[in-house]
Protein backbone atom coordinates (compact mmCIF):
# COMPACT_ATOMS: atom_id res chain seq x y z
CA UNK A 1 0.00 0.00 0.00
CA UNK A 2 1.43 3.56 -0.94
CA UNK A 3 -0.24 6.94 -1.20
CA UNK A 4 1.37 7.33 -4.75
CA UNK A 5 2.11 5.23 -7.80
CA UNK A 6 3.35 6.19 -10.58
CA UNK A 7 4.23 4.60 -14.27
CA UNK A 8 7.90 3.71 -14.93
CA UNK A 9 6.75 2.19 -18.36
CA UNK A 10 3.93 3.33 -20.92
CA UNK A 11 2.93 0.82 -23.68
CA UNK A 12 4.59 0.60 -26.53
CA UNK A 13 3.30 -1.38 -29.62
CA UNK A 14 5.08 -2.51 -32.55
CA UNK A 15 3.94 -2.67 -36.22
CA UNK A 16 0.46 -1.84 -37.42
CA UNK A 17 -2.20 -3.82 -36.71
CA UNK A 18 -4.20 -5.42 -39.86
CA UNK A 19 -7.59 -5.88 -37.74
CA UNK A 20 -7.89 -2.06 -37.21
CA UNK A 21 -6.33 -0.87 -40.27
CA UNK A 22 -8.85 -2.69 -42.42
CA UNK A 23 -11.84 -1.32 -40.37
CA UNK A 24 -13.52 1.68 -42.14
CA UNK A 25 -14.69 3.85 -39.34
CA UNK A 26 -13.06 3.89 -36.09
CA UNK A 27 -14.93 6.51 -33.55
CA UNK A 28 -12.50 8.17 -31.78
CA UNK A 29 -12.41 9.40 -28.77
CA UNK A 30 -10.64 13.03 -26.82
CA UNK A 31 -7.54 13.54 -25.02
CA UNK A 32 -7.81 14.14 -21.34
CA UNK A 33 -7.35 18.07 -20.97
CA UNK A 34 -9.01 19.13 -18.13
CA UNK A 35 -9.10 18.06 -14.12
CA UNK A 36 -12.71 15.97 -14.06
CA UNK A 37 -14.41 14.01 -11.35
CA UNK A 38 -15.65 10.58 -11.51
CA UNK A 39 -16.88 7.99 -9.49
CA UNK A 40 -14.51 5.50 -10.91
CA UNK A 41 -11.58 5.37 -13.14
CA UNK A 42 -10.94 2.78 -15.91
CA UNK A 43 -6.96 2.16 -17.08
CA UNK A 44 -6.67 0.52 -19.99
CA UNK A 45 -9.52 -0.03 -22.73
CA UNK A 46 -8.76 -3.36 -23.93
CA UNK A 47 -11.11 -6.74 -23.51
CA UNK A 48 -10.54 -6.16 -19.32
CA UNK A 49 -11.44 -2.27 -19.42
CA UNK A 50 -14.12 -2.13 -21.74
CA UNK A 51 -15.52 -4.59 -19.86
CA UNK A 52 -15.78 -3.47 -16.50
CA UNK A 53 -16.98 -0.33 -18.28
CA UNK A 54 -19.99 -1.95 -19.36
CA UNK A 55 -20.88 -3.93 -16.76
CA UNK A 56 -20.41 -0.75 -14.49
CA UNK A 57 -22.18 1.57 -16.31
CA UNK A 58 -25.19 -0.45 -16.98
CA UNK A 59 -25.45 -2.23 -13.23
CA UNK A 60 -24.38 0.63 -11.82
CA UNK A 61 -27.13 2.98 -13.09
CA UNK A 62 -26.82 6.55 -14.51
CA UNK A 63 -25.66 7.96 -11.31
CA UNK A 64 -22.60 6.47 -11.25
CA UNK A 65 -20.23 8.32 -13.79
CA UNK A 66 -17.05 6.64 -14.82
CA UNK A 67 -13.63 7.61 -17.00
CA UNK A 68 -11.69 5.00 -18.80
CA UNK A 69 -8.35 6.44 -19.67
CA UNK A 70 -6.44 4.46 -22.26
CA UNK A 71 -3.01 5.24 -23.35
CA UNK A 72 -3.26 4.89 -26.83
CA UNK A 73 -6.36 4.53 -29.34
CA UNK A 74 -8.99 2.31 -28.64
CA UNK A 75 -8.51 -0.88 -30.33
CA UNK A 76 -4.86 -0.46 -31.09
CA UNK A 77 -3.22 -2.52 -28.27
CA UNK A 78 -2.95 -5.76 -28.14
CA UNK A 79 -7.14 -6.39 -27.73
CA UNK A 80 -6.64 -5.60 -31.60
CA UNK A 81 -3.80 -7.16 -32.14
CA UNK A 82 -4.56 -10.36 -31.37
CA UNK A 83 -5.99 -13.90 -33.30
CA UNK A 84 -9.44 -13.62 -32.31
CA UNK A 85 -10.10 -16.66 -31.08
CA UNK A 86 -12.87 -16.73 -27.98
CA UNK A 87 -12.17 -20.18 -26.75
CA UNK A 88 -15.15 -21.95 -24.82
CA UNK A 89 -12.61 -25.24 -23.94
CA UNK A 90 -9.69 -25.05 -21.66
CA UNK A 91 -6.84 -23.84 -23.59
CA UNK A 92 -3.31 -23.49 -21.37
CA UNK A 93 -0.90 -22.22 -24.06
CA UNK A 94 2.08 -22.85 -21.28
CA UNK A 95 1.83 -26.72 -21.27
CA UNK A 96 2.35 -29.30 -23.75
CA UNK A 97 -1.54 -29.84 -23.77
CA UNK A 98 -4.35 -27.89 -23.81
CA UNK A 99 -6.27 -29.41 -21.06
CA UNK A 100 -5.78 -29.65 -17.64
CA UNK A 101 -7.99 -31.87 -14.76
CA UNK A 102 -11.38 -32.25 -15.06
CA UNK A 103 -12.83 -30.54 -12.21
CA UNK A 104 -10.94 -27.11 -13.04
CA UNK A 105 -11.40 -27.93 -16.95
CA UNK A 106 -15.78 -27.72 -16.15
CA UNK A 107 -15.33 -24.59 -14.35
CA UNK A 108 -13.06 -22.91 -17.03
CA UNK A 109 -15.35 -24.22 -19.83
CA UNK A 110 -18.50 -22.95 -18.05
CA UNK A 111 -16.92 -18.99 -17.13
CA UNK A 112 -15.76 -18.89 -20.72
CA UNK A 113 -19.00 -19.72 -21.87
CA UNK A 114 -20.32 -16.18 -19.80
CA UNK A 115 -17.58 -14.43 -21.20
CA UNK A 116 -19.05 -15.74 -24.61
CA UNK A 117 -22.60 -14.53 -23.81
CA UNK A 118 -21.39 -10.88 -22.70
CA UNK A 119 -19.67 -10.65 -26.31
CA UNK A 120 -22.99 -12.22 -28.28
CA UNK A 121 -25.02 -9.87 -26.02
CA UNK A 122 -22.79 -7.07 -26.54
CA UNK A 123 -23.06 -7.75 -30.42
CA UNK A 124 -26.53 -8.51 -30.77
CA UNK A 125 -27.42 -4.96 -28.64
CA UNK A 126 -24.99 -2.91 -30.84
CA UNK A 127 -25.84 -4.66 -33.56
CA UNK A 128 -22.37 -5.49 -35.18
CA UNK A 129 -21.62 -7.57 -38.29
CA UNK A 130 -21.75 -10.85 -38.00
CA UNK A 131 -18.02 -11.38 -38.87
CA UNK A 132 -17.05 -9.56 -35.44
CA UNK A 133 -18.29 -11.93 -33.25
CA UNK A 134 -18.80 -15.10 -35.43
CA UNK A 135 -19.86 -18.51 -33.26
CA UNK A 136 -18.34 -20.99 -35.86
CA UNK A 137 -15.70 -23.26 -34.19
CA UNK A 138 -12.05 -23.62 -34.69
CA UNK A 139 -9.83 -26.63 -35.63
CA UNK A 140 -6.71 -27.81 -34.04
CA UNK A 141 -4.67 -28.78 -36.76
CA UNK A 142 -1.81 -31.42 -37.10
CA UNK A 143 0.52 -31.87 -39.71
CA UNK A 144 2.36 -35.45 -38.64
CA UNK A 145 1.89 -38.20 -36.28
CA UNK A 146 2.54 -36.06 -33.20
CA UNK A 147 0.13 -33.32 -34.21
CA UNK A 148 -2.56 -36.11 -34.32
CA UNK A 149 -1.34 -37.56 -31.53
CA UNK A 150 -1.98 -34.39 -29.19
CA UNK A 151 -5.71 -33.76 -31.18
CA UNK A 152 -6.23 -37.78 -30.17
CA UNK A 153 -5.51 -36.72 -26.15
CA UNK A 154 -7.83 -33.93 -26.80
CA UNK A 155 -10.44 -35.98 -28.11
CA UNK A 156 -10.35 -38.37 -24.98
CA UNK A 157 -10.21 -35.50 -22.69
CA UNK A 158 -13.11 -33.98 -24.30
CA UNK A 159 -15.10 -37.34 -24.40
CA UNK A 160 -14.36 -37.35 -20.38
CA UNK A 161 -16.19 -33.54 -20.33
CA UNK A 162 -18.83 -34.43 -22.37
CA UNK A 163 -18.13 -31.91 -24.88
CA UNK A 164 -18.80 -32.25 -28.87
CA UNK A 165 -16.41 -32.79 -31.49
CA UNK A 166 -15.46 -33.90 -35.13
CA UNK A 167 -12.44 -35.26 -36.02
CA UNK A 168 -11.37 -34.49 -39.97
CA UNK A 169 -9.01 -36.29 -42.58
CA UNK A 170 -6.61 -34.59 -44.44
CA UNK A 171 -8.86 -34.01 -47.38
CA UNK A 172 -11.21 -32.47 -44.91
CA UNK A 173 -8.99 -29.90 -43.99
CA UNK A 174 -8.15 -29.17 -47.57
CA UNK A 175 -11.53 -29.09 -48.60
CA UNK A 176 -11.87 -26.01 -45.61
CA UNK A 177 -8.54 -24.04 -45.93
CA UNK A 178 -7.52 -24.68 -49.31
CA UNK A 179 -4.32 -26.03 -48.27
CA UNK A 180 -2.53 -29.27 -48.23
CA UNK A 181 -0.24 -28.58 -45.28
CA UNK A 182 -2.50 -30.11 -42.78
CA UNK A 183 -2.67 -34.30 -42.08
CA UNK A 184 -5.79 -34.03 -40.00
CA UNK A 185 -7.88 -31.81 -37.41
CA UNK A 186 -10.18 -31.63 -34.56
CA UNK A 187 -13.34 -29.61 -35.02
CA UNK A 188 -14.89 -28.07 -31.86
CA UNK A 189 -18.34 -25.95 -32.37
CA UNK A 190 -18.26 -23.46 -29.72
CA UNK A 191 -15.16 -21.00 -30.50
CA UNK A 192 -16.07 -17.87 -31.38
CA UNK A 193 -13.85 -16.05 -33.98
CA UNK A 194 -13.99 -12.46 -33.42
CA UNK A 195 -12.20 -9.52 -35.65
CA UNK A 196 -10.56 -8.06 -32.69
CA UNK A 197 -10.69 -4.84 -33.06
CA UNK A 198 -14.02 -4.01 -34.58
CA UNK A 199 -15.22 -5.78 -31.54
CA UNK A 200 -13.90 -3.47 -29.22
CA UNK A 201 -14.15 -0.30 -31.22
CA UNK A 202 -17.67 -1.07 -31.50
CA UNK A 203 -17.91 -2.49 -27.67
CA UNK A 204 -16.42 1.08 -26.57
CA UNK A 205 -19.33 2.56 -28.83
CA UNK A 206 -22.20 0.69 -27.74
CA UNK A 207 -21.38 1.48 -24.66
CA UNK A 208 -20.57 5.33 -24.80
CA UNK A 209 -23.87 5.86 -26.88
CA UNK A 210 -26.30 4.17 -24.30
CA UNK A 211 -24.66 5.14 -21.19
CA UNK A 212 -23.27 8.68 -21.09
CA UNK A 213 -21.88 8.46 -17.58
CA UNK A 214 -18.85 6.66 -19.18
CA UNK A 215 -16.78 8.96 -21.08
CA UNK A 216 -13.40 7.58 -22.65
CA UNK A 217 -10.23 9.38 -23.32
CA UNK A 218 -7.81 8.30 -25.63
CA UNK A 219 -4.21 9.11 -25.84
CA UNK A 220 -4.35 10.06 -22.34
CA UNK A 221 -2.15 7.71 -20.60
CA UNK A 222 -2.53 7.55 -16.73
CA UNK A 223 0.75 8.81 -15.45
CA UNK A 224 0.53 8.58 -11.71
CA UNK A 225 -2.14 8.32 -9.11
CA UNK A 226 -1.74 9.99 -5.62
CA UNK A 227 -4.40 9.08 -2.55
CA UNK A 228 -5.68 12.55 -1.49
CA UNK A 229 -8.10 12.40 1.30
CA UNK A 230 -10.72 9.51 0.17
CA UNK A 231 -10.26 9.87 -3.44
CA UNK A 232 -7.34 9.23 -5.97
CA UNK A 233 -6.38 12.11 -8.41
CA UNK A 234 -5.42 10.11 -11.59
CA UNK A 235 -2.90 12.16 -13.30
CA UNK A 236 -2.73 12.39 -17.25
CA UNK A 237 -0.63 14.32 -19.30
CA UNK A 238 -3.05 17.84 -19.38
CA UNK A 239 -5.69 16.67 -16.82
CA UNK A 240 -6.67 14.28 -14.21
CA UNK A 241 -9.63 12.66 -12.31
CA UNK A 242 -10.55 12.73 -8.94
CA UNK A 243 -12.01 9.41 -8.45
CA UNK A 244 -13.27 6.96 -5.43
CA UNK A 245 -11.87 4.30 -7.22
CA UNK A 246 -9.72 2.84 -9.44
CA UNK A 247 -9.76 -0.22 -11.98
CA UNK A 248 -6.45 -1.48 -13.40
CA UNK A 249 -7.13 -3.11 -16.90
CA UNK A 250 -3.75 -2.52 -18.19
CA UNK A 251 -2.81 -6.35 -18.00
CA UNK A 252 1.33 -6.37 -17.54
CA UNK A 253 1.48 -2.67 -17.53
CA UNK A 254 0.08 -2.88 -13.64
CA UNK A 255 3.08 -4.04 -12.99
CA UNK A 256 4.51 -0.60 -14.37
CA UNK A 257 2.74 1.13 -11.21
CA UNK A 258 4.33 -0.71 -9.16
CA UNK A 259 2.36 -3.98 -8.46
CA UNK A 260 3.05 -7.64 -8.49
CA UNK A 261 6.60 -6.83 -8.90
CA UNK A 262 8.53 -9.63 -10.64
CA UNK A 263 5.53 -11.82 -10.58
CA UNK A 264 4.09 -10.70 -14.18
CA UNK A 265 6.46 -12.23 -17.24
CA UNK A 266 6.17 -9.90 -20.14
CA UNK A 267 6.08 -11.75 -23.77
CA UNK A 268 5.52 -10.99 -27.09
CA UNK A 269 3.78 -12.72 -29.96
CA UNK A 270 3.79 -12.01 -33.77
CA UNK A 271 1.08 -11.81 -36.81
CA UNK A 272 0.93 -10.81 -40.17
CA UNK A 273 -2.04 -10.15 -42.45
CA UNK A 274 -2.06 -10.49 -46.50
CA UNK A 275 -3.05 -7.89 -48.48
CA UNK A 276 -6.82 -9.00 -49.93
CA UNK A 277 -6.57 -12.22 -52.49
CA UNK A 278 -7.67 -11.52 -55.91
CA UNK A 279 -10.47 -13.73 -57.07
CA UNK A 280 -8.43 -15.75 -59.35
CA UNK A 281 -6.67 -16.69 -56.21
CA UNK A 282 -9.04 -17.51 -54.18
CA UNK A 283 -10.47 -19.50 -56.84
CA UNK A 284 -6.66 -21.67 -57.59
CA UNK A 285 -6.61 -22.49 -53.82
CA UNK A 286 -10.25 -22.88 -53.36
CA UNK A 287 -11.51 -23.69 -49.43
CA UNK A 288 -14.10 -21.42 -47.08
CA UNK A 289 -13.76 -17.85 -46.52
CA UNK A 290 -14.00 -17.86 -43.16
CA UNK A 291 -12.04 -20.56 -40.56
CA UNK A 292 -9.83 -20.37 -37.42
CA UNK A 293 -6.69 -22.59 -37.06
CA UNK A 294 -4.77 -23.22 -33.68
CA UNK A 295 -2.11 -25.54 -34.11
CA UNK A 296 -2.59 -28.73 -32.23
CA UNK A 297 1.30 -28.17 -30.21
CA UNK A 298 0.24 -24.62 -28.88
CA UNK A 299 3.50 -23.27 -29.88
CA UNK A 300 2.33 -23.42 -33.55
CA UNK A 301 1.23 -21.34 -35.59
CA UNK A 302 -2.36 -20.01 -35.67
CA UNK A 303 -3.78 -19.31 -38.70
CA UNK A 304 -7.46 -17.18 -40.14
CA UNK A 305 -9.21 -16.59 -43.12
CA UNK A 306 -11.50 -13.97 -43.25
CA UNK A 307 -13.22 -12.20 -45.84
CA UNK A 308 -13.70 -8.54 -46.34
CA UNK A 309 -15.19 -6.22 -48.99
CA UNK A 310 -12.15 -6.51 -50.79
CA UNK A 311 -11.27 -10.35 -50.74
CA UNK A 312 -10.41 -12.58 -48.61
CA UNK A 313 -6.91 -12.34 -46.00
CA UNK A 314 -5.11 -14.62 -44.28
CA UNK A 315 -3.87 -13.87 -40.64
CA UNK A 316 -0.70 -15.85 -39.40
CA UNK A 317 0.72 -15.64 -36.15
CA UNK A 318 3.77 -17.55 -34.67
CA UNK A 319 6.84 -17.20 -32.41
CA UNK A 320 7.15 -15.69 -29.20
CA UNK A 321 9.57 -13.99 -27.00
CA UNK A 322 9.96 -12.93 -23.78
CA UNK A 323 10.79 -9.49 -22.87
CA UNK A 324 10.54 -7.94 -19.14
CA UNK A 325 11.17 -4.74 -20.70
CA UNK A 326 7.67 -4.61 -22.33
CA UNK A 327 9.03 -3.07 -25.41
CA UNK A 328 11.12 -4.42 -28.28
CA UNK A 329 12.55 -3.06 -31.47
CA UNK A 330 11.54 -2.24 -34.73
CA UNK A 331 13.60 -5.00 -36.71
CA UNK A 332 12.86 -7.42 -34.26
CA UNK A 333 9.56 -7.15 -36.16
CA UNK A 334 11.36 -7.83 -39.62
CA UNK A 335 12.65 -11.00 -38.03
CA UNK A 336 8.98 -12.75 -37.50
CA UNK A 337 7.70 -11.15 -40.50
CA UNK A 338 10.27 -13.94 -42.61
CA UNK A 339 9.45 -16.43 -40.08
CA UNK A 340 5.69 -15.44 -40.77
CA UNK A 341 6.66 -15.90 -44.72
CA UNK A 342 8.06 -19.40 -44.66
CA UNK A 343 4.60 -20.54 -42.88
CA UNK A 344 2.12 -19.18 -45.12
CA UNK A 345 4.57 -20.49 -48.16
CA UNK A 346 4.05 -23.57 -46.79
CA UNK A 347 0.41 -23.94 -46.75
CA UNK A 348 0.11 -22.03 -49.42
CA UNK A 349 3.28 -22.32 -52.00
CA UNK A 350 0.73 -21.23 -55.10
CA UNK A 351 0.56 -17.65 -53.25
CA UNK A 352 4.20 -17.06 -52.79
CA UNK A 353 3.97 -13.70 -54.29
CA UNK A 354 1.12 -12.19 -51.97
CA UNK A 355 2.23 -9.57 -49.77
CA UNK A 356 1.87 -9.12 -46.12
CA UNK A 357 0.31 -5.69 -46.10
CA UNK A 358 0.61 -5.57 -42.07
CA UNK A 359 2.64 -7.25 -39.42
CA UNK A 360 2.89 -5.99 -36.25
CA UNK A 361 3.57 -7.53 -32.43
CA UNK A 362 1.41 -7.50 -29.28
CA UNK A 363 2.24 -8.33 -25.71
CA UNK A 364 0.82 -10.57 -23.72
CA UNK A 365 0.77 -11.05 -19.76
CA UNK A 366 1.58 -14.46 -17.86
CA UNK A 367 2.08 -15.65 -14.59
CA UNK A 368 4.45 -18.49 -13.62
CA UNK A 369 1.70 -20.87 -12.25
CA UNK A 370 -1.08 -19.61 -14.74
CA UNK A 371 -3.23 -17.42 -11.96
CA UNK A 372 -4.93 -14.11 -12.96
CA UNK A 373 -3.56 -11.08 -11.00
CA UNK A 374 -7.16 -10.13 -9.42
CA UNK A 375 -8.21 -8.49 -6.69
CA UNK A 376 -7.88 -5.24 -4.32
CA UNK A 377 -4.16 -3.78 -4.50
CA UNK A 378 -4.67 -0.97 -2.45
CA UNK A 379 -7.85 0.74 -0.90
CA UNK A 380 -10.70 1.34 -3.64
CA UNK A 381 -7.89 0.15 -6.29
CA UNK A 382 -8.65 -2.87 -7.88
CA UNK A 383 -6.16 -5.37 -10.20
CA UNK A 384 -8.14 -7.46 -13.50
CA UNK A 385 -4.96 -8.04 -14.99
CA UNK A 386 -2.68 -10.90 -16.37
CA UNK A 387 -4.92 -12.63 -18.65
CA UNK A 388 -2.27 -15.42 -19.28
CA UNK A 389 -2.67 -14.98 -23.03
CA UNK A 390 -6.46 -15.90 -23.49
CA UNK A 391 -7.67 -12.09 -22.93
CA UNK A 392 -10.60 -12.59 -25.46
CA UNK A 393 -12.34 -14.68 -22.47
CA UNK A 394 -10.32 -14.11 -19.51
CA UNK A 395 -10.36 -10.51 -19.72
CA UNK A 396 -13.58 -10.04 -20.53
CA UNK A 397 -14.51 -12.27 -17.19
CA UNK A 398 -12.05 -10.09 -15.40
CA UNK A 399 -13.71 -6.48 -16.65
CA UNK A 400 -16.94 -7.65 -15.69
CA UNK A 401 -15.68 -9.54 -12.16
CA UNK A 402 -14.10 -5.72 -11.30
CA UNK A 403 -16.88 -3.91 -12.17
CA UNK A 404 -19.22 -6.29 -9.87
CA UNK A 405 -16.12 -6.07 -7.04
CA UNK A 406 -16.22 -1.92 -7.41
CA UNK A 407 -20.15 -2.13 -6.85
CA UNK A 408 -19.94 -4.74 -3.96
CA UNK A 409 -21.33 -7.45 -5.47
CA UNK A 410 -20.07 -11.23 -5.07
CA UNK A 411 -20.59 -13.54 -7.83
CA UNK A 412 -19.36 -16.86 -9.21
CA UNK A 413 -16.93 -15.19 -11.34
CA UNK A 414 -15.19 -12.79 -8.53
CA UNK A 415 -15.25 -16.50 -6.82
CA UNK A 416 -13.26 -17.98 -9.41
CA UNK A 417 -10.83 -14.77 -9.96
CA UNK A 418 -10.05 -14.63 -6.41
CA UNK A 419 -9.43 -18.31 -5.26
CA UNK A 420 -5.98 -19.22 -5.98
CA UNK A 421 -2.42 -17.95 -5.27
CA UNK A 422 -1.03 -15.06 -6.15
CA UNK A 423 1.28 -15.18 -9.59
CA UNK A 424 4.43 -16.62 -8.06
CA UNK A 425 7.78 -14.66 -8.08
CA UNK A 426 9.94 -14.84 -11.19
CA UNK A 427 13.78 -16.23 -10.77
CA UNK A 428 16.04 -13.29 -10.73
CA UNK A 429 15.79 -11.34 -13.99
CA UNK A 430 18.76 -12.23 -15.79
CA UNK A 431 18.14 -15.80 -15.39
CA UNK A 432 14.22 -15.63 -16.03
CA UNK A 433 15.04 -13.76 -19.21
CA UNK A 434 17.88 -16.63 -20.62
CA UNK A 435 15.43 -19.62 -19.26
CA UNK A 436 12.60 -18.38 -20.27
CA UNK A 437 13.64 -17.70 -24.24
CA UNK A 438 15.38 -20.68 -24.02
CA UNK A 439 12.38 -22.71 -23.20
CA UNK A 440 10.55 -20.97 -26.08
CA UNK A 441 13.31 -22.13 -28.61
CA UNK A 442 12.96 -25.30 -27.55
CA UNK A 443 9.60 -26.22 -27.27
CA UNK A 444 9.18 -24.01 -30.89
CA UNK A 445 12.05 -26.37 -32.00
CA UNK A 446 10.10 -29.41 -31.08
CA UNK A 447 7.04 -28.09 -32.60
CA UNK A 448 8.55 -26.84 -35.94
CA UNK A 449 6.55 -28.61 -38.67
CA UNK A 450 3.62 -27.11 -37.25
CA UNK A 451 5.47 -23.70 -37.81
C1 LIG B 1 -0.63 -11.56 -31.84
C2 LIG B 1 -1.50 -11.94 -30.66
C3 LIG B 1 -2.44 -12.94 -30.78
C4 LIG B 1 -3.27 -13.26 -29.69
N1 LIG B 1 -4.30 -14.14 -29.89
C5 LIG B 1 -5.21 -14.31 -28.92
C6 LIG B 1 -6.38 -15.11 -29.18
O1 LIG B 1 -6.60 -15.62 -30.29
N2 LIG B 1 -7.26 -15.29 -28.15
C7 LIG B 1 -7.06 -14.70 -26.91
O2 LIG B 1 -7.89 -14.89 -26.02
N3 LIG B 1 -5.99 -13.90 -26.67
C8 LIG B 1 -5.08 -13.70 -27.63
N4 LIG B 1 -4.01 -12.86 -27.41
C9 LIG B 1 -3.88 -12.23 -26.09
C10 LIG B 1 -4.84 -11.06 -25.90
O3 LIG B 1 -4.66 -10.10 -26.91
C11 LIG B 1 -4.63 -10.42 -24.54
O4 LIG B 1 -4.70 -11.42 -23.56
C12 LIG B 1 -5.70 -9.37 -24.28
O5 LIG B 1 -5.57 -8.29 -25.17
C13 LIG B 1 -5.63 -8.87 -22.85
O6 LIG B 1 -6.73 -8.00 -22.65
P1 LIG B 1 -6.65 -6.82 -21.61
O7 LIG B 1 -7.78 -5.91 -21.86
O8 LIG B 1 -6.51 -7.39 -20.24
O9 LIG B 1 -5.28 -6.09 -21.91
P2 LIG B 1 -4.86 -5.26 -23.20
O10 LIG B 1 -5.60 -5.71 -24.38
O11 LIG B 1 -3.37 -5.28 -23.21
O12 LIG B 1 -5.39 -3.82 -22.83
C14 LIG B 1 -4.74 -3.04 -21.86
C15 LIG B 1 -4.78 -1.61 -22.31
O13 LIG B 1 -4.22 -0.82 -21.28
C16 LIG B 1 -3.58 0.27 -21.88
N5 LIG B 1 -2.65 0.84 -20.91
C17 LIG B 1 -1.49 0.32 -20.42
N6 LIG B 1 -0.91 1.19 -19.55
C18 LIG B 1 -1.73 2.25 -19.47
C19 LIG B 1 -1.70 3.48 -18.75
N7 LIG B 1 -0.68 3.79 -17.93
N8 LIG B 1 -2.72 4.36 -18.92
C20 LIG B 1 -3.75 4.07 -19.74
N9 LIG B 1 -3.82 2.94 -20.47
C21 LIG B 1 -2.83 2.04 -20.32
C22 LIG B 1 -2.92 -0.31 -23.11
O14 LIG B 1 -2.66 0.67 -24.08
C23 LIG B 1 -3.96 -1.34 -23.56
O15 LIG B 1 -4.80 -0.84 -24.57
C24 LIG B 1 -3.13 -12.58 -28.45
C25 LIG B 1 -2.17 -11.57 -28.33
C26 LIG B 1 -1.36 -11.25 -29.40
C27 LIG B 1 -0.35 -10.16 -29.24
Known amino acids: MSDHYSA ?60 LLEASQIGAGPAGRNSGFMIDLPHALGGDSYVGDLSSDREQIRLNRIAQRFATDAAKEYQMPDHCVDKSGKINASVDYNGQHHNDIYAKQLDELGETYSMLSSDDMQAITGSQFYSGGLYTPGTILLQPAEYITRLARGVCQRKPQLQIFEHSPALSFTRVGKHWVIKTQHGSVTAEGIIIAANGHAESFGFYQNRLMHVFTYASMTRPLTASQQKMIGGDERWGITPSDPMGTTIRRINTPEGNRIVIRNGWSFDPSMQISPSRIENYVKSHRLSFNRRYPELHDVDFEYSWGGRLCLSRNTVPAFGWVDKNVISACCQNGLGTAQGTLAGMAA ?21 SKLPPRVLSYIGANATIKIKEFRARKEM
Not at 406 to 419: K, P, Q
Open 8 to 67: KRLPVDPGQTGWLNIIEKVPSYPTLEQNISADWVIIGGGFTGLSAAKQLAYKGGSGLSIA
Open 403 to 423: ADLAMDRNTEVITYLTNHDAP
